[in-house]
């Protein structure tokens, strides 16, 4: 899939609605030991990246060091489902403090005092934070009410007749 391709999936409304949402993104990656993992996490999109962060010392940072490539979906759980599921290569950078993706991604999902009491709260923790960017190089959109649907489920409503 060409940039091109894959900046027209992202330029679709429903894309951007799914990520720029409160969801919860589901990053899945290769372990250390080989085997998959997927893992939730909270995510910001920032135009060209899905940034996540974290602490540099957890396993995901580790394990990406050594193979960084990932999938990542963001869905809708209620019906008509939609989901965005994309696939890149993470780039990893540590920063001083809490990264700005981090509280930009708690704001999706908290708001006002809420806010600024987990903001004071997380700050002492992280003297540093891995902030893993990952731009798409491939991103297909699912959305089981208007399409598209995926291949081979819309081969078998098409042979049913």
């Known amino acids: 899939m060409d940039q091109a391709e894959v ?5 679709d409304p429903r894309a951007r609605a799914l990520l720029v949402s409160p969801l919860a993104a589901r990053l899945a990656y290769t372990g250390l030991d080989g085997t998959p993992r997927v893992v939730p996490v909270g995510f910001l999109w920032n135009g060209s990246e899905i940034v996540v962060c974290t602490a540099p010392s957890a396993p995901k940072v580790r394990a990406l060091r050594e193979r ?4 990542l ?3 809708e759980e209620d ?3 939609k989901a965005l599921l994309l696939r890149g290569t993470a780039a990893i950078d540590v920063v001083d403090g809490v990264a700005e993706e981090y509280l930009g991604a708690a704001a999706k999902r908290i708001a006002g005092e809420t806010l600024r009491a987990f903001e004071a709260e997380v700050r002492p923790v992280y003297k540093q934070m891995a902030r893993l960017r990952i731009r798409p190089a491939w991103a297909k959109l699912l959305d089981f009410d208007c399409g598209p649907l ?12």
């Open 79 to 81: 019906p008509p489902q």
């Open 73 to 75: 979906t963001i869905d």
């Open 150 to 161: 995926p291949a081979f489920l819309q081969r078998l409503i098409d042979e049913r007749g």
């Open 7 to 11: 900046d027209a999936v992202l330029a």
């Open 68 to 71: 960084p490539a990932v999938a």
